[in-house]
């Protein structure tokens, strides 16, 4: 995905956490391009769908770092599906902190959002 497309994503706040993604990724001395990047709306159905082509065309990759909870679940759940144990072979994190952040198994690793205060501004 270059540079201009997710400048062009639809939403700030996904626009902001793919560039803090690559900026961290940088950081690291990783290329943007190194690394899978699938697209997914956020529905249930969709992030499924994402989630098992990530992991058929990355098998060995170590950790999702999703733009959303409901995609990250959708990643917890394939990583299960194909028997790997999270936290000891994947990590697996999300954005939002929904109720079912919790009470995943495992539970998910999520970031919080102020959105009430987001929405005020």
Do not use: C, H
């Amino acid at each position: 995905m270059d540079r201009e497309r997710r400048l062009a994503a639809e939403y700030s706040a996904t626009r902001d956490r793919l560039l803090g993604y690559e900026d961290g990724l940088a950081a690291a001395g990783i290329a943007i391009d190194e690394v899978p990047i699938v697209e997914s709306f956020n529905d249930r159905r969709s992030a499924a769908e994402g989630a098992a082509t990530l992991f058929d065309i990355a098998p060995e990759m170590t950790a999702v770092l999703a733009m959303s909870d409901v995609l990250a679940l959708a990643a917890l759940d394939e990583a299960g599906k194909r028997g790997l144990d999270v936290p000891k072979n994947l990590s697996v994190v999300g954005f939002d902190d929904v109720p079912e952040a919790a009470a995943s198994a495992p539970p998910l690793t999520t970031i919080a959002q102020p959105i009430i205060a987001m929405g005020l501004t």
